[in-house]
């Protein structure tokens, strides 16, 4: 199984970006995928996390009402629509696969996670 983070780069304050995750290979059966992102000199911090169905998502509170997460599972593939962006969101963006198809309490905790992609850059410039 991997993952693929894509869509990172470089950003004015109060721009957007759509990063996308791409699941390949044998997977487990129903998954949740989060989104994690790490700062220089920072911890791996929660963005976001989306249940199997798409139906329901969890956001930190330092994204909501900013970032949307969606998913298309013909596809494989998990989105995070990020608008205004500020430069506090630059980081490595990771995406990772939780073995739970249901949004749970430690669903902001990346130890519980199984599987992670190598993550993708998102520099926003002030």
């Known amino acids: 199984v991997q993952l693929q983070a894509s869509g990172g780069g470089l950003v004015e304050a109060g721009g957007s970006l759509r990063l996308s995750c791409a699941v390949s290979g044998r997977t487990f059966n129903r998954y949740t995928v989060g989104w994690f992102r790490q700062a220089p000199e920072k911890e791996r911090e929660f963005v976001a996390a989306?249940?199997?169905?798409?139906?329901?998502?969890v956001y930190s509170d330092s994204v909501k009402d900013r970032f949307t997460c969606s998913r298309d599972n013909d596809k494989n593939t998990v989105d995070l629509q990020m608008n205004s962006l500020m430069p506090e969101d630059t980081a490595i963006y990771f995406c990772?696969?939780?073995?739970?198809?249901?949004?749970?309490?430690?669903?902001?905790?990346?130890?519980?996670?199984?599987?992670w992609g190598q993550g993708t850059q998102v520099t926003v410039s002030s």
């Open positions: 989306i249940e199997w169905t798409g139906r329901r998502t």
């Open positions: 990772a696969v939780l073995n739970r198809p249901y949004i749970w309490s430690h669903n902001n905790e990346a130890a519980w996670y199984d599987l």
